[in-house]
């Protein structure tokens, strides 16, 4: 017999309202996931274009003066200190290291970092980068000697200049945070002795 009257229309029942929800909440969790790996890769990708330009500004001058034709090879051997048994291994000895311990020289003894390991880079990292950028840019001859730039102050950074032989590798960090300088990319560049080795 056919039945007359109303329809009836089903509803969802709670575990299907539930389950929905669920779904919902993970696509939107998901979201801010990846929301925050976003920021952090874009702030990570400003420091690397950031040290990029400053590497250049910081290296050039040194990069022009050390490929002077009048650059003097008595000077040339005169830059870099003596490098420390720390930075050197019996298969690549460097002639000259400024600083003396090279990228160690930035980096605390473990009992002077105490027990912030975060902060193992040394208090001023800028000051050693700096003399060693004056020690090389002293040893240029002078029309050709360079003006350091000045980097932000809300950036650190670390310089190593490493002489072996005829050719000087310097090679620059770059960071906002002091923590992360030294698990960043370096910039290296290298500069061959083009001056007369008679002087």
Same mark, same amino acid.
């Given at each position: 017999m056919p039945?007359?009257?109303?329809?009836y229309r089903r509803g969802f029942t709670l575990l299907e309202v539930n389950?929905?929800?669920?779904? #919902? /909440?993970t696509g939107i969790l998901s979201i801010c996931a990846l929301y925050? +790996?976003?920021?952090?890769? %874009?702030?990570?990708?400003?420091e690397d274009v950031a040290g990029a330009a400053w590497a250049e500004a910081y290296l050039s001058p040194l990069v022009q003066g050390l490929s002077a034709t %009048? #650059?003097? *090879?008595s /000077? *040339?051997?005169e830059i870099g200190d003596e490098p420390q048994a720390s930075a050197t291994r019996s298969h690549n000895v /460097?002639?000259?290291? *400024?600083?003396? /311990?090279?990228w160690g020289a930035y980096i605390q003894s473990p009992s002077s970092a105490g027990t912030d390991i975060r902060y193992r880079v040394v208090g001023s990292p800028r000051s050693l980068a700096d003399s060693a950028w004056n020690g090389v840019n002293g040893k240029i001859p002078s029309p050709y000697k360079g003006t350091k730039p000045s980097v932000p102050s809300d950036f650190e950074y670390a +310089?190593?200049?490493?002489?072996r032989g005829t050719v000087i590798q310097l090679a620059f960090r770059l960071s906002r945070?002091?923590?992360t300088l030294m698990t960043l990319p370096a910039f290296v560049t290298e500069v061959r002795f083009n001056g007369d080795p008679e002087k």
């Open positions: 039945t007359t009257g109303r329809k389950l929905a929800v669920f779904i #919902m /909440a925050s +790996l976003g920021f952090r890769e %874009n702030r990570q990708s400003v %009048n #650059m003097p *090879w /000077a *040339w051997t /460097a002639d000259g290291v *400024w600083p003396g /311990a090279g +310089l190593v200049v490493t002489r945070r002091r923590e």
